[in-house]
């Protein structure tokens, strides 16, 4: 069925924005003092004019990427709005571009628009992933594990972190 609230010319006329968004967002969190590779959890929204996609595309936020939506999908003047908030991963440019380009297409796979993402941090109070304690080849394999999940952004996180080794 093809989408009618986002649709394929919005969805390829917006894919290079949605890049620099995310690296104007990594470097402006950069610059606030975040180090590559702190574990933060983002807040996200997407919006669409049906209540049954988001519903949709909540399932799948929570059942395959673990993540948490907030409150029911709710309508502001014929509007819907999905809200949630990710997993910790560690960010670094690379993978906040990853992670938007996969939300964006998720979005766009449900007629949603992926409208908006944060996450506030501390730059004095940092969390890393285990890098000692954990083996490349665990982290290559928890990757596959997220891929095989459908969780390609989590997948590729993972796999980000075999070079950091």
């Not at 009618?4 to 919005?10: G, R």
């Not at 006329?13 to 990594?26: L, Q, T």
């Not at 690379?94 to 449900?110: A, I, P, Q, S």
């Not at 992933?129 to 928890?142: H, R, S």
């Amino acid at each position: 069925m093809e989408n009618t609230y986002f649709t394929w010319a919005a969805f390829s006329k917006n894919y290079n924005d949605e890049i620099n968004s995310a690296d104007s967002v990594y470097f402006s969190m950069e610059s606030n003092g975040l180090t590559p590779y702190s574990m933060l959890a983002f807040d996200f929204h997407f919006l669409s004019d049906s209540k049954a996609n988001l519903n949709n595309l909540a399932l799948l936020l929570k059942n395959s990427y673990g993540y948490k939506v907030l409150g029911p999908v709710k309508t502001e003047n014929g509007v819907w709005d999905l809200s949630g908030k990710t997993s910790p991963f560690p960010v670094t440019a690379d993978n906040l571009v990853y992670w938007t380009l996969d939300m964006y297409k998720r979005g766009y796979e449900f007629d949603a628009k992926f409208d908006g993402f944060g996450a506030p941090f501390d730059k004095n109070n940092q969390i890393f992933p285990q890098f000692e304690a954990t083996t490349a080849d665990e982290f290559f394999n928890k990757g596959f594990d997220y891929y095989n999940q459908g969780n390609l952004s989590a997948a590729i996180a993972q796999w980000t972190n075999t070079q950091s080794e």
